[in-house]
């Protein structure tokens, strides 16, 4: 399909993401996800072809990461760049922030000529997106008031519920693999935890995992150890999904068993939920003595399940021996980049280009959130975009 | 009245702003501080009706915070990306400048394809000012001796004698709320100190005040415990200023007294005058004891005055019980940011969206500051604009 | 010569730079380097002449500096900025990378919509021009599995081996100041060790020196006590240009003897070679009291060569007493930025402004080393920018 008929294709979508902020993807409309990822790729195939999409003559992308990142720092930055925005970093350790300033107040004052605020708040249960919508409420009161000219688009980056980059990235990845959304109803997807060295992954990798891929009618099959529950109200909501879209929902406590018949595994470590929810308390109460303490019961309660390794025998299990295998990156790959990981290295290595080509998607992703946030009328801006034919590189 | 007429009484002007550095408003004259207030004016209305003020298709705007900054920072970003510059950093950390570098070689390594440079450095009396003023001999060498093809404009972003940027979007921002700068005249402002339990606050921003607000003929009460005085020349200039304006400027050490019938008020905190002479001291001889010792006394000082809040019982002293309450900040909140500070909750809750317009200013004033020291006939250029009719979002 | 003469001047040489990376200028041919240095030049009187040379209407530079750099870090920003590039630093402490992410992965998560990295990684014999060639690697991988769009090109901004853009912003420099590179030939100059109470400094400017000048006739003194050798195949590499060329090649130690009849000298300190061979390993190993150790060792043995400094008497045995002195900066000057360095501060000042001009080569070699490996035909391009004819500040 031509760019125009994907054009033409993506204007018969009712959706209604102009001015909302792109927080989680069960708040979102079937129309909205499929006009984020129809956005995408036209986006993605104009720059392959050297088309300009730049429809910012200035502009500033505001990036707030509350925890590292390397893949969205850049896909943030990428995204931005490609529309005509400039990023500047809210540092939060160059700041006055810790002079006791409020969010309310924050939020405004980086705002006064911003169109996107990205953020990545990723660490304490019950508080990222709490954070986020803060700062929501913020920017409206700011706009409201007249502080603010324009109402500056919140992106979420990573939350502590989800992480709506990262899985949209995945089901666009997904739609790749399989040629179409309508290919995945019937899959059976594996969401599995896996064991790592390392403590305090955050639960939105799964969370988001689940309560997107049970809208495609996927045959969801969450496995994990006793204790590492994900937050219950999410894991009702891919329930819903699941019986909506006409897919399954399953939960399993053997990596083994879930593995049987799957088309797609992803096997990703994450933190237990109760620990978590004690990490938040600890660290309000910056209590270094007893989140050492913590650390210790996490990582030797991990270090029960180091059989929840992906490997050559658990492959086997799986559709063809040969499902596809997913991962956000880093993965802890065993021998590679820790001892014992969440994946063996020749099985990792079988699948490592088409987690790269699955990464490769979130800076359109978060482009096309962007995109869909600041214009009502995409598919005409996009239109107006083909016909200007600026080059992107030279002239 | 329209932005073309604006831009037709701006041109109107005699400004000496083209290729000057903007350090201090009182080496200013009345025209160029007005020339200023219209073009920041101008990019404002432009911005928010989607016109681009975009006059650099490439450019640098560098920036140096020798102390922390949120909203300066962003403010500067936002101005810089405006008119199409990037900014890049000079983080002193991430540099060899540890390793003796002069500041004459610096300030040309960091300029060869450089625009503007924003410095804030307000940490110690009889430094900052200084730092600024060597940047700039060192940049007008490198341009004599053709090492750079042009000079950038140094923007001073806070330095221990004046904060230009803020005292201009504070006077910009009075100019709105009272009508016209000429309405200013016989208004009395209160530039008051008022506790704060933190310790080493710079003096700039009262300084600033006072000298530029003693020019549009308005009654400036200076008010202070005894021993908080500010630069004695500076409060000579703003006592001038007042003279010539026909406002008139007073002293006092009594924050109710100063309060009664005031229709502005700017309750801030700053450091004891002799202490911050110390500090410089101690600071150059790294004396950590002695910075100890002086933290501790500063501190016990200010708690002498913990009485200097701005509190619903002062508020009723001025003008219909409601003076205009000001700030740059952000303000100590008693119960909020902190035990007992500036100002009292519920009454800065009551001017608090007008804090967050008077921040709203400072964006706009530095484009202007940087639109003036690049073009010799700003209104010909903003007129240009008008003509080029190119949108900053879509198209 | 006008813009356009040079122009077709550089259409004639027969150039290999497009799509490669520029990583070592021994790896280029004797059109490369002159095509580099044309493009150079051109940039830069366009710039000198308001004319933007923007090439880029998107697009990212990403660097990854993994030592301190100032001068370096703003030329790469002014370079990426000049042509349209956003400048995005990879700052390896904010990512995930310390996670035990491979290099292979990193380069392609940070490269999906990016057009250049540049790269500083000197600090390790052995070990930076491996890191910049596993980079390449890594990305020539993920272009060809279709990861990548484009294949971003590497540009060496420092590593063990060689500093290009640095030796080729000085041959720019001799350029100038000797009106052509014909007229290099014959010329002596003396790339001669000097004393710093500092430990650890990079062989890869003389390195970069040696190997670069002996290209053009020109007769090079390699001076430094014993001890404190070259990498011995780029020594080689240089004997090799040098005969090739028609120059000529010695190594002496003994600074005075050295600088008889130089026409240019260049002192500078470098580390003791066999010291930063032990040195990786210590570091390797993290033994933090060998570390100790081994920079009292190095300090110590610098110390015994206090006498090679570039002073008065040793200027008087150079051509005419006025050798031009060149140094990379930040020179260690005796009693300026340490107590006894490289240089005395009277010979320094003679020459310091002429060691601005040199450092303000860098940012148009790095611009033309983005240039050449972006456009199959550069002279075209440059043609077309001339064409359009748009300013780069105003209209």
Redesign the interface.
């Known amino acids: 399909m031509s760019i125009k008929d994907k054009i033409r294709k993506l204007s018969h979508l009712k959706t209604d993401l102009y001015k909302k902020d792109f927080l989680l993807t069960w708040k979102k409309s079937q129309d909205d996800l499929k006009g984020i990822l129809e956005v995408a790729e036209i986006l993605k195939e104009m720059?392959?072809n050297n088309i300009?999409p730049?429809?910012?003559?200035?502009?500033?992308a505001?990036s707030n990461?509350r925890d590292?990142?390397?893949?969205t720092?850049?896909?943030f930055?990428?995204a931005s760049?490609?529309?005509?925005c400039?990023?500047?970093d809210?540092d939060e350790k160059?700041?006055?922030?810790a002079?006791?300033?409020?969010v309310r107040?924050?939020a405004?004052?980086?705002s006064?000529?911003?169109?996107f605020i990205g953020i990545r708040d990723d660490m304490y249960l019950g508080e990222g997106n709490k954070y986020m919508r803060e700062v929501g409420e913020a920017l409206d009161?700011?706009f409201a008031?007249?502080?603010?000219?324009s109402r500056p688009g919140i992106v979420n980056l990573q939350c502590d519920m989800d992480h709506p980059t990262q899985s949209m990235a995945d089901l666009m990845h997904l739609q790749n693999e399989f040629g179409s959304l309508d290919n995945l109803k019937g899959k059976k997807i594996v969401m599995s935890w896996a064991y790592s060295p390392?403590y305090g992954k955050p639960l939105s990798v799964p969370q988001g995992i689940i309560a997107l891929m049970s809208r495609y009618g996927m045959n969801i099959e969450l496995a994990y150890p006793e204790g590492y529950d994900l937050i219950p109200e999410i894991v009702d909501i891919a329930k819903k999904n699941s019986e909506r879209s006409g897919g399954s929902f399953n939960i399993s406590h053997n990596m083994e068993d879930a593995m049987k018949e799957a088309d797609i595994v992803y096997p990703k470590s994450w933190a237990l939920f109760h620990i978590m929810q004690q990490r938040t308390e600890l660290l309000k109460n910056a209590d270094t003595e007893g989140l050492r303490a913590l650390e210790q019961t996490c990582l030797a309660n991990n270090a029960k399940f180091k059989n929840w390794e992906y490997d050559e025998a658990k492959k086997k299990l799986t559709k063809n021996q040969d499902a596809l295998y997913m991962h956000c990156?880093?993965a802890?790959i065993s021998g590679?980049?820790?001892k014992e990981g969440e994946v063996n290295a020749d099985v990792f290595e079988k699948y490592r280009?088409r987690t790269?080509?699955e990464?490769?998607f979130?800076?359109y992703i978060i482009a096309a959130m962007m995109f869909t946030n600041?214009?009502e009328n995409p598919s005409k801006?996009l239109d107006?975009i083909m016909k200007?034919d600026?080059?992107?590189?030279?002239?």
Request: hydrophobic share 35%; charged share 25%; net charge positive.
């Open positions: 720059r392959d300009s730049r429809v910012f003559d200035s502009g500033l505001i990461f590292n990142s390397t893949r720092r850049f896909s930055a990428s760049n490609l529309l005509g400039a990023v500047q809210l160059k700041s006055q922030i002079h006791g300033e409020t107040e924050t405004n004052m980086i006064f000529l911003s169109d009161e700011g008031q007249g502080v603010l000219p390392s990156l880093p802890d590679v980049s820790c280009i790269y080509l990464a490769g979130k800076p600041k214009f801006v107006n200007r600026r080059r992107r590189v030279g002239f």
